[in-house]
């Protein structure tokens, strides 16, 4: 509202009102005069509907206005606010908080002056508010400031000169509290989580939120790096406190990541909240309930592994270009014959560099792209099988499926489809499965097991050795072959205790009809030693490596 438009020296207080009555119905702002010789406050008629007032026209007694009206935290600046307009003579213009009808502050941006009289005697106080809480300047379910505020503040220290820490909060597992309890539990998650880390901070630092679950505060008074793990400590305490204090009505948990900025030169918003990001998502990808002090390196990694996954994308995009399916041999291990073979998936990137499984299958399988890759390489598979089976009877594939695509897809249908379609006979195909971690053996997953093995296609155990409850698998999903990791192997190569361990669990597997396969046999001298378990089949660099197609038939050819 521009005062020099608005000169209302010379009205009485009723025609005040009535141009209020008469503007704020087209006006977004509620505006609101106080006639100062008689204390007589006039707001927008519909201020009551939206603020803890049950009233727009009262004779302001005991502080009515400012007790109702300005949120507890913000007295103190709204009374300063007004000291400076009324003795200083200045325009105020401001942010602060309203209570809301609901008892929640509603964050509000409040432009207001004071008119005098010709004689210069202060005659109005008049303002207008306007709700800003839509507008990410603030937010109404923490009472916290948002992110334009944050962005402001810290373009202002870094043109100070000021270099710190930046402390980006997360709640642990948010998107499942609001999936599990509703949003107005989440939303008391949220107030609650914003309570704690302003109670963790000691200094002048402000506590802005930024998005859904998501606090940053600036951390630039103090040199030292301790100060932000203390303030990260003091929020999971206060946390932890309001937990036990509620007898574990709710249990969450919240993470950290920091960025120091002190030895940066490129420090512009955008790049260091990337960063924070970033740090966040590793403290949660680390286990959640921790912090992550940001680190370069780590970064430059996680950059390569986007652009790897960028690449990923297109190649399934456009074909499949740049995957290849290379097969290793595998080997009986009392006759030497070639019995099968395992496909393993390969990728070269847009210049022709391999990148290896370890990086580039995770990326697939976080992504989803797994699923079409792993249709992909079943294709492959299936026709490798075929081809073989003309020179071998009852040679088999091991294909790896992993635990996503069963989860999220319907690779069973697909697998059980392509083998009747490619008439391979049952036993042809081997679905090798790694037991971890992830592995839940609940009534899908057995379920799964059980159907594959209903249409003729086996399950391997794969890497047995590595992972978790092996009996506990092995009793539950039934499979076929248990293939021992190379680790293992290796282990068992140079230690007597763990040969003796191999040979046990290679006994038992047999005594329940398991066939076992020795993995990461390189050379004689294993081959020798790893015979005293009596595996049934062999696969490891001695035989062959994962070869492409036409390498692995040029093997098999001199092999036979
Ligand atoms: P894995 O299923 O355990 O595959 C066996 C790995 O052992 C292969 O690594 C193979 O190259 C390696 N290997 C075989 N013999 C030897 C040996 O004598 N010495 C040594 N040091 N290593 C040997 P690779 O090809 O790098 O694959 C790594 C992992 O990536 C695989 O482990 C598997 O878990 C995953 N993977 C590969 N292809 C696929 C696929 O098509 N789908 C899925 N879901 N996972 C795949
Ligand atoms: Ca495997
Ligand atoms: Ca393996």
Redesign the pocket.
């Known amino acids: 509202m521009n005062k020099q438009l608005l000169d209302i020296k010379n009205f009485d207080m009723e025609s005040v009102i009535a141009m209020i009555n008469t503007v704020s119905g087209c006006l977004d702002e509620f505006l609101f005069v106080r006639e100062i010789q008689t204390n007589r406050v006039y707001l927008s008629p519909n201020a009551t509907m939206r603020f803890a007032v049950d009233e727009y026209d009262f004779i302001d007694r005991d502080n009515y206005f400012e007790n109702h009206l300005i949120y507890e935290e913000d007295r103190k600046l709204v009374s300063s606010m007004l000291y400076s307009a009324l003795v200083e003579d200045a325009n105020i213009d401001f942010f602060c908080r309203w209570n809301g009808r609901d008892g929640s502050p509603v964050w509000v941006h409040s432009i207001a002056y004071v008119i005098k009289d010709d004689e210069g005697i202060p005659k109005y106080f008049f303002g207008s508010t306007n709700e800003i809480g839509q507008k990410r300047i603030a937010d109404d379910i923490s009472g916290l400031k948002g992110e334009r505020l944050l962005i402001d503040e810290y373009e202002k220290l870094v043109a100070q000169g000021k270099r710190g820490r930046i402390i980006r909060f997360g709640i642990d597992h948010f998107k499942e509290i609001n999936e599990n309890h509703g949003i107005d539990y989440g939303d008391m998650v949220i107030r609650n989580t914003a309570q704690c880390i302003k109670k963790a901070v000691t200094g002048l630092e402000e506590v802005y939120r930024i998005s859904g679950d998501e606090f940053v505060i600036l951390d630039f008074n103090d040199d030292d790096f301790a100060h932000s793990v203390k303030i990260y400590e003091r929020a999971t305490f206060e946390v932890n406190d309001f937990i036990i204090s509620n007898n574990y009505d709710s249990f969450y948990t919240i993470s950290a990541g920091i960025v120091d900025i002190k030895n940066r030169t490129n420090v512009s918003y955008d790049a260091v909240m990337r960063r924070a990001e970033f740090a966040l998502n590793e403290a949660k990808r680390r286990g959640r309930n921790q912090y992550y002090e940001f680190n370069p390196e780590d970064y430059d990694t996680f950059k390569k592994s986007r652009q790897i996954l960028n690449e990923l994308r297109r190649s399934v995009a456009e074909g499949y270009d740049g995957f290849d399916a290379?097969f290793?041999p595998i080997v009986d291990h009392d006759t030497n014959k070639l019995v099968g073979a395992?496909?393993?998936?390969r990728y070269k990137d847009m210049e022709g560099k391999y990148i290896?499984?370890?990086v580039f299958?995770p990326l697939l399988e976080e992504s989803g792209l797994?699923i079409p890759a792993?249709r992909w390489?079943v294709s492959r598979a299936v026709e490798m099988c075929q081809k073989m089976q003309e020179l071998i009877p009852g040679f088999y594939i091991g294909?790896?499926?992993?635990y996503v695509?069963i989860r999220k897809s319907n690779v069973l249908d697909l697998l059980i489809n392509i083998k009747n379609k490619s008439g391979l006979p049952d036993g042809s195909l081997v679905i090798?499965i790694?037991e971890s971690g992830e592995i839940e053996c609940d009534e899908s997953f057995i379920d799964f097991c059980t159907k594959l093995r209903d249409n003729g296609i086996l399950l391997a155990l794969?890497?047995f050795g590595t992972g978790y409850s092996n009996f506990h698998y092995l009793n539950r999903l039934r499979p076929n072959t248990m293939k021992i990791?190379?680790t293992f192997t290796v282990g068992a190569i140079n230690s007597e205790y763990e040969m003796e361990l191999l040979k046990s669990m290679s006994d038992m597997a047999h005594s329940i009809g398991l066939k076992t396969v020795i993995?990461?046999?390189?050379t004689d001298a294993e081959l020798e030693k790893i015979s005293m378990v009596s595996p049934d089949y062999i696969?490891?660099?001695?035989f062959g490596?994962?070869m492409p197609v036409p390498e692995f038939m040029t093997f098999v050819s001199e092999y036979v």
Do not use: C, H, W
């Open positions: 290379f290793q395992e496909a393993l998936m290896p499984p370890v299958i797994i792993g390489i294909i790896n499926i992993s695509q090798e790694t794969d890497d990791d190379r993995e990461g046999i390189e696969q490891g660099y001695y490596k994962p």
